[in-house]
């Protein structure tokens, strides 16, 4: 393995599409509660609206050689990003400032899982959220079904804070508030 971590600006998410992709459905394979509400989740719909809404984008990739094998997406954006048709993501009083950081979306494809690489995204994550004066509230959502992210994130300080859409997202939140 030739492991490298490549920062990759907003004009340059295309080669994002197919690991988002695979994400959307793997996701939905995990899915118990409502898998089909990933059918119509994709880059497209997904990934480009998230970019174009968001104040800060941060994007990394992890390359084995030159093929992406994985993945981290981080925002930061106005806390009324999170309350749509969709969903309310979290009691908007409940967030100090006007804007939130997410860690939106975070894949690796399965044979480059257990190396360390989750743990070195999450950090190169959380510290671009952090230098972020104006925000004091770190999302991140997982998907029901998905167990090993779920722990994943508890390992690295974060709390469950409550389930939406029935309990189709578990959202949790930095351990802060």
Avoid at 1 to 24: A, F, G, P, S, W
Wanted: with cysteine.
């Amino acid at each position: 393995m030739n492991i490298q971590y490549e920062v990759i600006t907003d004009e340059k998410i295309e080669c994002c599409r197919d690991m988002c992709n695979e994400l959307m459905a793997f996701q939905k394979s995990k899915s118990h509660i409502k898998p089909e509400l990933f059918d119509n989740m994709n880059f497209d719909t997904r990934m480009i609206p998230s970019i174009k809404n968001a104040l800060n984008n941060y994007t990394v990739v992890v390359k084995d050689d030159e093929e992406i094998v994985g993945y981290v997406y981080s925002n930061i954006s106005p806390k009324e990003t999170y309350s749509s048709d969709f969903a309310t993501f979290f009691d908007m009083s409940s967030v100090s400032k006007n804007n939130v950081g997410c860690l939106s979306q975070f894949y690796i494809k399965e044979d480059y899982r257990q190396y360390g690489i989750g743990s070195k995204l999450f950090t190169m994550s959380m510290e671009w959220l952090e230098q972020f004066e104006d925000v004091d509230d770190y999302f991140i959502f997982v998907s029901n079904g998905n167990d090993s992210a779920l722990e994943f994130y508890k390992r690295k300080g974060f709390l469950e804070s409550h389930d939406i859409l029935d309990g189709f997202i578990t959202v949790l939140r930095n351990k802060n508030q």
